[in-house]
């Protein structure tokens, strides 16, 4: 393959990585695999095997190639990042009662809830034996520290999504928990384990941060303006969902009372009507929050491509500020 004929950088970045990435995915196939518990490796395959950009196993390897690092502790890092992503998601569609992922029925449908719930258990203790095998206290602190502001992010998600005292700052903390976690994690464990001073770890840490805010702002407000057959979702599940996401929360924050009573109404109670759904839309237009949940999102990209500038000026570090352009690309 060519790669000044692929155009998105995800797949620019995945063919530069492709050896290491082929060692992080033979890793994942070995350790995902169980001797007594054959239903392991049904689920994780299923899963791990529906394809996916594989982004955050890939933010590891650039950010420690961005460094020239020598060794292979880079690949088991990847792994583990993969791990801890696909453990939250076989969690997440059990909290959700999800029946589909990546247009494939989801495993808690196809087996069921326990499965799921335990085989996610499973990747983690798996994840740890990785993180463990590298030798470094700082690694494991960090993605420890992830797994558990993951986990947080969910709960906090789980209280506040109804509730319709849910301000920015609270939505903030839920997509710090449930995606920017991750991606900062990623990044700064391959800036550590490369070897990396702290402002160059810190860069890295704020640019997985910025990238993960602006990759899930840009998420929920394609739910209310994407193309369904781009996005794989209806436009308006997550109002008939009953999620308070940013554009929503930026509209109620703004509301009369009548309109507060129709959020109340549909969102708090989830008593929604035919025409509920062009109502709230008219609502978000009315007060230009759509227009306003993008420009946070082309900020936090922003502020992931200025995160880079105290990096090495290599092809990596440019290919991640394509990245950070590319994820709210969707939104022109």
Known sequence: MNIDTISKPHERLAEILDGEMDAVNQLVRTRMASEHAPRIPEVTAHLVEAGGKRLRPMLTLAAARMFDYPGDHHVRLAATVEFIHTATLLHDDVVDESAQRRGRPTANLLWDNKSSVLVGDYLFSRSFQLMVETGSLRVLDILANASATIAEGEVL????????????????????????????????????????????????????????????????????????????????????????????????????????????????????????????????????????????????????????????????????????????????
């Open 157 to 332: 998600q789980m209280t506040a999504a109804t509730d319709l005292g849910t301000t920015e700052a609270i939505y903030l903390q839920v997509v710090r928990g449930k995606t920017a976690a991750l991606f900062s994690a990623a990044t700064e464990v391959g800036g550590v384990i490369a070897g990396a001073d702290e402002d160059q770890v810190k860069a890295l840490y704020e640019y997985g941060d910025a990238l993960g805010i602006a990759f899930q702002i840009a998420d929920d407000l394609l739910d209310y303006q994407g193309d369904s057959k781009a996005t794989g979702k209806n436009v308006g599940d997550d109002f008939r969902e009953r999620k308070l996401t940013l554009p929503v929360i930026k509209a109620i924050a703004q509301a009369t009372p009548e309109e507060h009573a129709f959020w109340e109404r549909t969102i708090g109670r989830g008593r929604q009507e035919d025409g509920d759904l062009d109502h709230a839309l008219s609502l978000m237009n009315k007060y230009r929050t759509l227009d306003a949940t993008r420009s946070d999102a082309f900020g936090w990209a922003t502020n992931a491509k200025t995160a880079l500038d105290a990096l090495p000026d290599n092809d990596i570090r440019s290919l991640l500020r394509d990245l950070a352009d590319y994820v709210v690309s969707r939104l022109n």
